[in-house]
């Protein structure tokens, strides 16, 4: 198993422009120098999560192609964070019509079918748009335990090169199943521990949290 990004990079946050964080894409940009990352990924939410949850359109993510980091040298890209919308398993892919080349994997509550299909939703997606997936979302939350074949998810994913995510947000809010972080660790062949940072503090903080966590289970970092 290999950590992608095992240094000073990180690659799903959101932001107050486009999402639910606190601060701004610049205000996390100086505080990710102050922090000591290199890279990071701006990772807002699709439009179809953004429509459900009623967030309010504060800007135009067309103006990303414009935007430069005119504060230090920090690398910033910008990713969205996908989600899966039915049984057909068609995908939000989108913030306001606006797609990008760098895509997450996800599921949240806007979902229109049975959370006993949570593993069908996974595979089939992957199946039909790994093309345009770069990593998975984190699968190892509770909600999903009883119907995620871990071990099987990892084989789908290894077999067409997609990490899978660490998401240390639903670590320190105790949402992930630890049973399946760590059948994860052991059939995963990539990975990516992300912060899923909603705060700057959250930034700071949370991948150091994951990786004495996976110091504690005797991980090779």
């Given at each position: 198993?290999?950590?992608?990004?095992?240094?000073?990079?990180?690659?799903?946050?959101?932001?107050?422009?486009?999402?639910?964080?606190?601060?701004?894409?610049d205000?996390?940009?100086?505080?990710?120098?102050?922090?000591?990352?290199?890279?990071?990924?701006?990772?807002?939410?699709?439009?179809?999560?953004?429509?459900?949850?009623?967030?309010?359109?504060?800007?135009?993510?067309?103006?990303?192609?414009?935007w430069?980091?005119?504060y230090?040298?920090?690398?910033?890209?910008?990713?969205?964070?996908?989600?899966?919308?039915?049984?057909?398993?068609?995908?939000?892919?989108?913030?306001?019509?606006?797609?990008?080349?760098?895509?997450i994997?996800?599921?949240?509550?806007?979902?229109?079918?049975?959370?006993?299909?949570?593993?069908?939703?996974?595979?089939?997606?992957?199946?039909?748009h790994?093309?345009?997936?770069?990593?998975?979302?984190?699968?190892?939350?509770?909600?999903?335990?009883?119907?995620?074949?871990?071990?099987?998810?990892?084989?789908?994913?290894?077999?067409?090169?997609?990490?899978?995510?660490?998401?240390?947000?639903?670590l320190?809010?105790?949402?992930?199943?630890?049973?399946?972080?760590?059948?994860?660790?052991?059939?995963?062949?990539?990975?990516?521990?992300?912060?899923?940072?909603h705060?700057?503090?959250?930034?700071?903080?949370?991948?150091?949290?994951?990786?004495?966590?996976?110091?504690?289970?005797?991980?090779?970092?």
């Open positions: 198993m290999i950590i992608v990004n095992p240094g000073n990079q990180d690659f799903h946050m959101h932001s107050l422009n486009f999402s639910d964080w606190l601060a701004t894409i205000e996390i940009v100086k505080f990710a120098w102050e922090v000591w990352l290199e890279k990071i990924a701006i990772t807002d939410h699709s439009q179809a999560l953004l429509d459900d949850k009623w967030f309010a359109k504060k800007s135009l993510r067309r103006i990303c192609n414009r430069r980091n005119v230090n040298n920090v690398e910033v890209i910008f990713w969205v964070e996908w989600d899966i919308l039915n049984e057909q398993w068609d995908i939000c892919i989108d913030i306001q019509w606006v797609e990008w080349d760098f895509n994997l996800s599921l949240h509550g806007i979902y229109d079918w049975d959370i006993q299909n949570i593993q069908l939703a996974y595979e089939n997606s992957i199946i039909r790994h093309e345009k997936i770069d990593l998975i979302w984190h699968p190892c939350i509770k909600k999903g335990l009883w119907y995620v074949d871990m071990k099987r998810l990892c084989r789908i994913a290894n077999e067409y090169n997609l990490p899978l995510e660490f998401d240390c947000a639903y320190v809010s105790w949402k992930n199943s630890e049973e399946l972080i760590k059948q994860m660790l052991e059939y995963a062949d990539r990975i990516y521990v992300n912060s899923d940072a705060t700057l503090y959250e930034l700071k903080e949370y991948r150091k949290i994951w990786f004495q966590y996976l110091k504690d289970l005797w991980v090779k970092i």
